[in-house]
């Protein structure tokens, strides 16, 4: 119990949240603002908690005017059922919750007003977390299928490009339906201003996966993945192939015979270890 309690101590607050509080305190609308962050907190604590039953390194959860985020240290090698568990774990609150507050409302226990207001507030949030647009539970969902079966960087790219597609849309849409609805526009901002930091750093969560693999911190590899290649292609790009939940063999050739085999292992090993970022696969397999 004192393990997730410690959980309580990784709670950070956005500075938006503490102007958007003063906003709330000086028109009236504290009430809101604490039954918004109420469902905010019990959703991000879903996900926290789940992550913490997996052993996963919890570094901080940032509570937001509009949303929340639980930040883990975990960079796609977990099994894909698991992670999709810490995913959907978020959401669940919400049907407890919505049940909670309906017992206690028909009983008189709390105002119909106030459940009435809670259940709405639920209810947005819900839906906005399952929108097929990244850092929501919706767009990672989207992007666990599709690490299932591409590789990795494959899958991250496809899923932004998706979320991109998505949030393009809800634009036009809000345009015509709430053009001048100052709350919408901030989240619209933020999460495009999501996107366009998790493609920037498209590449720097790529080598964590594979630093991740080259460390040993893997878990759930559920087959062999043979990768057929040429030696005259760069170590670099073969490893842009590797998908999570595999381990993989590479078969080495030169058009007409077979040159070797290398392990996945060893070319991390080169990679990582001896520095031959430009090497080719032919020079690894003549080396070994």
């Known amino acids: 119990m004192n393990n997730y309690g410690r959980l309580l101590r990784k709670i950070h607050f956005h500075p938006l949240f503490w102007i958007v509080a003063c906003?709330?305190?000086?028109?009236?609308?504290?009430?809101?603002?604490?039954?918004?962050?109420?469902?905010?907190?019990?959703?991000?604590?879903?996900h926290a908690t789940c992550a913490h039953f997996f052993s996963w390194k919890i570094n901080r959860i940032l509570i937001m005017?509009?949303?929340?985020?639980?930040?883990?240290?975990?960079?796609?090698?977990?099994?894909?059922?698991?992670?999709?568990?810490?995913?959907?774990?978020?959401?669940?609150?919400h049907i407890w919750m919505a049940a909670t507050v309906f017992i206690l409302g028909t009983n008189e226990v709390i105002s119909m007003e106030f459940a009435t207001m809670f259940q709405q507030f639920n209810i947005?949030?819900?839906?906005?977390?399952?929108?097929?647009?990244?850092?929501?539970?919706?767009?990672?969902?989207?992007?666990?299928?599709?690490?299932?079966?591409?590789p990795f960087l494959t899958a991250f790219k496809q899923s932004l490009l998706c979320s991109f597609i998505v949030l393009t849309f809800l634009l036009c849409l809000f345009l015509i339906v709430f053009p001048f609805n100052l709350n919408v526009w901030i989240v619209l901002v933020y999460l495009y201003a999501s996107l366009w930091h998790q493609w920037n750093q498209m590449?720097?969560?790529?080598?964590?996966?594979l630093l991740e693999r080259y460390s040993g911190k893997q878990t759930g590899f559920k087959k062999l993945d043979v990768i057929e290649v040429e030696g005259s292609e760069y170590v670099s790009s073969i490893m842009e192939q590797f998908?999570?939940?595999?381990?993989?063999?590479?078969?080495?050739?030169?058009?007409?015979?077979?040159?070797?085999?290398?392990?996945?292992?060893?070319?991390?090993?080169?990679?990582?270890?001896?520095?031959?970022i430009r090497a080719r696969l032919k020079d690894i397999?003549?080396?070994d």
């Not at 000086?26 to 905010?40: A, D, K, M, R, S």
Request: contains cysteine; glycine residues 8%.
């Open 23 to 46: 906003f709330a305190i000086i028109t009236g609308y504290y009430w809101e603002l604490l039954t918004l962050f109420l469902i905010v907190f019990i959703h991000e604590m879903g």
């Open 285 to 287: 397999v003549y080396h």
């Open 203 to 209: 590449r720097f969560s790529f080598i964590r996966f």
């Open 65 to 93: 005017p509009f949303g929340g985020i639980c930040e883990v240290d975990e960079h796609g090698n977990r099994p894909v059922i698991e992670e999709l568990l810490v995913v959907l774990a978020g959401p669940f609150q």
């Open 124 to 150: 947005m949030v819900f839906l906005f977390n399952l929108l097929p647009v990244w850092p929501l539970d919706g767009g990672k969902v989207i992007y666990l299928y599709l690490s299932s079966r591409q």
């Open 243 to 276: 998908r999570r939940g595999c381990k993989h063999v590479i078969h080495v050739d030169d058009g007409k015979r077979m040159l070797g085999k290398l392990d996945e292992n060893e070319m991390l090993h080169a990679f990582f270890a001896e520095k031959q």
